[in-house]
Nanobody, 125 residues
Framework: VQLQASGGGLVQAGDSLGLSCAAS?????????LGWFRQAPGKEREFVAY????????YCADSVKGRFTISRDGAKNTVYLQMNSVKPENTAVYYC??????????????????WGQGTLVTVSS
């Protein structure tokens, strides 16, 4: 499976930005979970959101809950991360990831088998 993340860029605080993650090599319906993670300069990669493909159930980290939304389009084999009311601390490289099975800890890196290359989001104050 190859994942291609896109949509990053430079935005101002309070703006909205949408990220996309397209898959090739396997359809998302063959996978268990899709997730978004981010890594800010000098920090470890952290969980942002995940979506369970079988039923569309999703969860967002507390730090982005109410502002970020993860969604899917099965026909396009694409997962999205809609980011609203962005803050400077949201500046990071955002990665999409896919796991073959929906494990019990989808907020952990180890649940994911495939990773995209990342897309940079920069939020200016």
């Amino acid at each position: 499976v190859q994942l291609q993340a896109s949509g990053g860029g430079l935005v101002q605080a309070g703006d909205s930005l949408g990220l996309s993650c397209a898959a090739s090599g396997r359809t998302f319906s063959e996978l268990g979970i899709l997730g978004w993670f981010r890594q800010a300069p000098g920090k470890e990669r952290e969980f942002v959101a995940y979506l369970r493909w079988s039923d569309g159930n999703y969860y967002c980290a507390d730090s982005v809950k109410g502002r970020f939304t993860i969604s899917r389009d099965g026909a396009k084999n694409t997962v999205y991360l809609q980011m609203n009311s962005v803050k400077p601390e949201n500046t990071a490289v955002y990665y999409c990831a896919a796991g073959l099975r929906a494990g019990g800890t989808p907020w952990r890196n180890r649940e994911y088998d495939y990773w995209g290359q990342g897309t940079l989001v920069t939020v200016s104050s």
